[in-house]
């Protein structure tokens, strides 16, 4: 009898980190293969296909490759930033082998402006600092980029412009391209001849401060711009007041117009409008939709009756010039609209001073107002304050949450104690119209804010003119000053500039980039020397 077949015994071998598995007795046959997972000898695993051929079976391990990092970067590479702004580095890493992309932070200068493990930088003050990211893999990957921390509120160019008459600029805007635009008149000649007495003229410059376009115009009457703003195309508008005839005949004595640009300078349309009675624009603003507002007062009836002496207005028309509506509010007393500003949202703000009572009772003098209706006109609410020595608004602006920011001047105590004279202020409401914060400041001898802007981060900037020393010494009669606040009415930097001659800042915009334009007149000579009289200026300042 033939004696029985012996178990089969596994027997192994290790052969160059292959494994080979034999298997006595087994049959000649191709068993289908699985896929398995194998634990090499640093751990590192592998997966390997199985097959049984015959009597042996085989596992085969595929080549393996050690985790490893290829390279390290930085996004955005070196960049300049200011003492407040908020910044997150991130890093690309290169791997293979499923080596983990973590890597640590590092700030060679800490007292500048220190790092966290996840990339999000403490910006503390002015100077410079390599930061330096690190594989937590293998340290010899690293990247390291220069970060230069600017001090808040530098100067970055100041332009001077006029003729050898008089020339002022009163209002200032900025494209997405960081263009920026000052409206005003001129008893000269800026762009070709002069039409007759004052005309407009809107002006451009670039981002560095390189004139890009001037526009002149006018009647051979006064003409004069008090308000520019621009859309989201790129479109210009500017808006003041005519004793000609720009578009059609006048309606008597002072008419407003609006006169639209596209961003190179080419007329797209002109509109007029008033009553037999007087009617001035002070102030414009766009909105998100290309809508177009215009405010001021007129001394006539643009919407129902007037309801005594001087009255507020508020109009819109479209991007292209078609009439939306109209909007005539007053008292029976002395009532004026400054500025005007949207929000996100499509409300619009309204903002100015009255001897009477829009809402409430006066004060016991002049009272500054804020009245906010929806795009359709329909109207929202009204806000009136005063200290009954005297209180008027110059303009009216919102942050990206519809809060509302007035600047002005006041005689009396609307924040503390009055520094004596007139002093400038700075008043916040949230959108629905509630109280957030004000904040008066001056010398003994007169400050008051003419414009306000906000930036993308809700930083607030107030411009104006000091007859004393805001910030470090005067440098005349009067200055130009440019004041900053945080969105909950920190103070974070003042600028103060002028000539001994006298300088006023009568607006202020920002651009994209938070560069700050304020734009004045000068009798001295900021840049260059005066052409003559008083000269128009732009001056811009990082954030």
Not at 182 to 203: M, P, Q
Request: charged fraction near 20%.
């Amino acid at each position: 009898m033939a004696p029985a077949p012996a178990s089969p015994t596994p027997s192994s071998a290790r052969m160059g980190g292959s494994v080979r598995r034999a298997v006595r007795g087994a049959r000649s046959a191709q068993i289908a293969g699985q896929v398995r997972e194998v634990v090499g000898a640093r751990g590192y695993r592998h997966r390997a296909r199985v097959v049984v051929v015959g009597v042996a079976l085989s596992i085969v391990l595929g080549a393996c490759s050690a985790p490893s990092v290829t390279s390290v970067s930085i996004d955005g590479g070196d960049r300049s930033v200011v003492v407040d702004d908020s910044l997150t580095l991130t890093a690309t890493v290169v791997t293979s082998g499923g080596a983990s992309a973590a890597v640590t932070w590092e700030s060679s200068d800490e007292a500048v402006a220190g790092i966290d493990d996840a990339g999000s930088v403490a910006i503390l003050t002015a100077g410079t600092t390599d930061v330096t990211a690190t594989s937590t893999v293998d340290p010899s990957m690293r990247d390291t980029v220069t970060l230069t921390v600017d001090p808040l509120g530098v100067l970055m160019w100041t332009r001077q412009f006029g003729t050898s008459s008089n020339d002022q600029a009163f209002g200032v805007a900025t494209d997405a391209e960081g263009n920026v635009y000052a409206a005003g008149y001129t008893f000269g000649a800026l762009e070709g001849a002069g039409a007759g007495n004052a005309d407009a003229f809107v002006r451009s410059y670039d981002r560095e401060g390189s004139l890009r376009w001037t526009r002149q115009f006018g009647t051979s009457a006064d003409d004069e711009a008090f308000g520019v703003a621009t859309d989201a195309e790129g479109n210009v508008y500017a808006a003041g007041y005519t004793r000609g005839a720009l578009e059609g005949p006048n309606a008597g004595g002072e008419d407003v117009f609006i006169r639209s640009y596209d961003r190179d300078g080419s007329l797209r349309w002109t509109r007029q409008f008033g009553t037999s009675s007087g009617d001035f624009a002070t102030g414009m603003a766009t909105d998100a939709s290309g809508n177009v507002y215009v405010t001021g007062y007129t001394l006539g009836a643009l919407e129902g009756p007037n309801a005594g002496s001087e009255d507020a207005f508020i109009r819109s028309y479209d991007r292209d010039g078609s009439l939306r509506w109209t909007r005539q509010f007053g008292t029976s007393s002395e009532d004026v609209a400054t500025g005007v500003a949207t929000d996100a949202s499509g409300n619009v703000y309204v903002t100015g001073y009255t001897y009477g009572a829009l809402h409430a009772a006066n004060s016991g003098f002049v009272d500054v107002f804020v009245r906010s209706y929806d795009s359709a006109g329909g109207l929202r609410w009204t806000r009136q304050f005063g200290t009954g020595s005297g209180d008027v608004a110059n303009g009216v602006a919102t942050d990206a949450s519809g809060n509302v920011f007035i600047a002005g001047g006041t005689f009396g105590d609307l924040d503390g104690t009055s520094a004596g004279s007139e002093d400038a202020f700075v008043r916040s409401y949230d959108s629905e119209g509630g109280l957030r914060w004000t904040r008066q400041f001056g010398t003994s001898s007169g400050d008051v804010a003419n414009g306000v802007a906000t930036d993308a981060s809700g930083n607030v900037y107030a411009a104006g003119s000091t007859g004393g020393a805001l910030d470090g010494a005067e440098f005349g009669t009067f200055d130009a000053f440019v004041r900053s606040y945080d969105n909950e009415g920190s103070l974070r930097w003042t600028r103060q500039f002028g000539t001994s001659s006298g300088d006023v800042a009568n607006d202020v915009a920002i651009d994209a980039n938070r560069g700050v334009h304020a734009t004045g007149y000068t009798f001295g000579a900021l840049e260059g020397a005066n052409a003559g009289a008083g000269d128009a200026f732009i001056r811009k300042y990082g954030r």
